[in-house]
């Protein structure tokens, strides 16, 4: 039997900016709290809808008394631990419990397991980036574009630490959070941008939108640009998860007239104003070199995303607009499950990039047959790594994942004579780094 071939570590040295993350979301969590913010699906599953509802609010809350009243009642804590077991198969653990490892055993993945547990209560006494600045060296990640409304900059090393900022909160000033089917999702999502637009309006002196239209607008972009101003450096749209993603074409009369609906109390469907919107702060950025990522694919386990909502070629009449020819936009998450329609469309335009964020430690056999399609498709400058995760233990554990995924596809390209030495080891370089870099402007030296 002739043995397996080794594989060899082309891209382990080689270091990587994380394109996409939330690292200054970072808050102490144990394994296991990690773990049940992730496995409420089979709860929800299997009580009346209004039961899962009160379980969230009140998990949120802290509130003790209630969790323990619903669990009693139905039963709750079982199938919260039985959503855990059935969770226990995934990939998605397996990474977690591998990252716990590699942070808080030094990098090295040694120690027992109450050592460790020590370690990472020490770490997260020592304040909220102190785990996640041992996470990028040992990940060997040494810029981090992290998407968060606001970065303390007494605690986040800027040098390290680069802001995304979403516009979605200018979307929805009116928007009542009122959900339209199953799941907490939407509401999640929704209250976060209504308390983003909130701090937004207080810094201009507002406690809610104004009246008019044009007045709301010089708002958007006064935010926008400062929040630029101080050291954002690309722009990201979210709404997949309370919306689809088809920003059509929509006039400045059509849009004014929603928002004088919305403003009066009438309840009109806002979609010509968020188009609206959209648009006109895609133009902004196209016209000022500013990157802007697009959630596609999939959300979280748990229903409120419709996920057909989220379907790529649902962009194609934002992207075929000739005034955004120039405008960078990042598809997320390699758009799972439409990965193939997302290679589609940066094959098809030319500023369209594919970012792999979340499939590292999601789904990281699906990631191999995925980068093997794209690399073969795909110019050598369409490809970013990133990780998607505020926690430092996944930030460990996608590094090392995607570089291992790395290894295997340019190996066996090598091996196929797809790619030459030397294109292998560009190809680590350009993934990793370098297209990232280019795309957002960031100094090479860096790395």
Same mark, same amino acid.
């Given at each position: 039997?002739?043995?397996?071939?080794?594989?060899?570590?082309i891209?382990?040295?080689?270091?990587?900016?994380?394109?996409?993350?939330?690292?200054?979301?970072?808050k102490?969590?144990?394994?296991?709290?990690?773990?049940?913010?992730?496995?409420?699906?089979?709860?929800?599953?299997?009580?009346?809808?209004?039961?899962?509802?009160?379980?969230?609010?009140?998990?949120?809350?802290?509130?003790?008394?209630?969790?323990?009243?619903?669990?009693?009642?139905?039963?709750?804590?079982?199938?919260?631990?039985?959503?855990?077991?059935?969770?226990?198969?995934?990939?998605?653990?397996?990474a977690?419990?591998?990252?716990?490892?590699?942070?808080y055993?030094?990098?090295?993945?040694?120690g027992?397991?109450?050592?460790?547990?020590?370690?990472?209560?020490?770490?997260?006494?020592?304040?909220?980036?102190?785990?996640?600045?041992? $996470? =990028?060296?040992?990940?060997?990640?040494?810029?981090v574009?992290?998407? #968060?409304? &606001?970065?303390?900059? !007494?605690?986040? *090393? /800027?040098?390290h630490?680069?802001?995304?900022?979403?516009?979605?909160?200018?979307?929805?000033?009116?928007?009542?959070?009122?959900?339209?089917?199953?799941?907490?999702?939407f509401q999640?999502?929704?209250?976060?941008?209504?308390?983003?637009?909130?701090?937004?309006?207080k810094?201009?002196?507002?406690?809610?939108?104004?009246?008019?239209?044009?007045?709301?607008?010089?708002?958007?972009?006064?935010?926008?640009?400062?929040?630029?101003?101080?050291? $954002? =450096?690309?722009?990201?749209?979210?709404?997949?998860?309370?919306?689809? #993603?088809? &920003?059509?074409?929509? !006039?400045?009369? *059509? /849009?004014?007239?929603?928002?004088?609906?919305?403003a009066?109390?009438?309840?009109?469907p806002?979609?010509?104003?968020?188009?609206?919107?959209?648009?006109?702060?895609?133009?902004?950025?196209?016209?000022?070199?500013?990157?802007?990522?697009?959630h596609v694919?999939?959300?979280?386990?748990?229903?409120?995303?419709?996920?057909?909502?989220?379907?790529?070629?649902?962009?194609?009449?934002?992207?075929?607009?000739?005034?955004?020819?120039?405008?960078?936009?990042?598809?997320?998450?390699?758009?799972?499950?439409?990965?193939?329609?997302?290679?589609?469309?940066?094959? !098809?335009?030319?500023?369209?990039?594919?970012?792999?964020?979340?499939?590292?430690?999601?789904?990281?056999?699906?990631?191999?047959?995925?980068?093997?399609?794209?690399?073969?498709?795909?110019?050598?400058?369409?490809?970013?790594?990133?990780?998607?995760?505020?926690?430092?233990?996944?930030?460990?554990?996608?590094?090392?994942?995607?570089?291992?995924?790395?290894?295997?596809?340019?190996?066996?390209?090598?091996?196929?004579?797809?790619?030459?030495?030397?294109?292998?080891?560009?190809?680590?370089?350009?993934i990793?780094?370098?297209?990232?870099?280019?795309?957002?402007?960031?100094?090479?030296?860096?790395?």
């Open positions: 039997m002739a043995a397996a071939s080794v594989v060899p570590d891209a382990g040295g080689i270091p990587a900016i994380d394109h996409h993350s939330h690292a200054s979301m970072s102490a969590r144990t394994v296991e709290q990690i773990e049940r913010s992730f496995a409420t699906a089979h709860l929800e599953a299997n009580v009346p809808h209004a039961v899962y509802l009160a379980y969230i609010a009140a998990r949120n809350a802290g509130d003790d008394a209630t969790l323990a009243r619903l669990d009693a009642e139905h039963g709750t804590e079982a199938l919260m631990q039985a959503g855990l077991a059935f969770r226990s198969t995934t990939f998605f653990t397996r977690l419990k591998e990252g716990f490892s590699r942070l055993g030094s990098g090295g993945g040694h027992d397991p109450a050592t460790l547990a020590a370690t990472a209560r020490d770490w997260a006494a020592k304040g909220p980036s102190f785990a996640y600045d041992r $996470a =990028i060296t040992i990940a060997n990640t040494p810029i574009l992290t998407d #968060i409304p &606001f970065i303390d900059r !007494t605690t986040w *090393d /800027a040098t630490y680069r802001q995304i900022a979403r516009i979605d909160p200018y979307l929805y000033p009116f928007h009542s959070g009122e959900p339209p089917g199953r799941g907490t999702e999640r999502f929704h209250g976060g941008f209504a308390n983003i637009l909130a701090a937004e309006l810094r201009y002196g507002l406690d809610r939108p104004p009246a008019d239209f044009d007045a709301y607008l010089q708002f958007v972009d006064a935010s926008v640009q400062r929040r630029l101003g101080e050291g $954002a =450096i690309g722009l990201k749209i979210v709404s997949a998860y309370v919306r689809s #993603i088809d &920003f059509d074409p929509a !006039t400045y009369a *059509d /849009a004014s007239a929603v928002y004088a609906a919305l009066s109390g009438r309840p009109v806002g979609t010509p104003m968020e188009n609206f919107i959209v648009r006109r702060l895609a133009q902004h950025a196209a016209d000022n070199g500013i990157p802007m990522q697009v694919g999939m959300g979280h386990p748990e229903p409120g995303m419709r996920v057909a909502n989220s379907a790529p070629f649902l962009l194609e009449k934002l992207l075929d607009t000739p005034s955004l020819n120039r405008l960078r936009v990042c598809l997320l998450h390699g758009g799972y499950p439409f990965s193939s329609h997302v290679a589609a469309l940066a094959q !098809t335009y030319g500023n369209v990039f594919v970012d792999f964020s979340w499939m590292p430690y999601l789904h990281h056999y699906y990631l191999r047959t995925k980068l093997a399609e794209w690399l073969e498709i795909l110019p050598a400058n369409k490809l970013l790594f990133g990780t998607d995760t505020s926690a430092p233990e996944f930030h460990v554990a996608a590094a090392r994942y995607a570089r291992e995924a790395l290894n295997h596809v340019l190996h066996d390209g090598h091996a196929r004579g797809v790619w030459d030495a030397k294109q292998v080891e560009w190809l680590a370089r350009r990793l780094f370098e297209n990232t870099a280019e795309v957002y402007g960031i100094e090479a030296a860096a790395g």
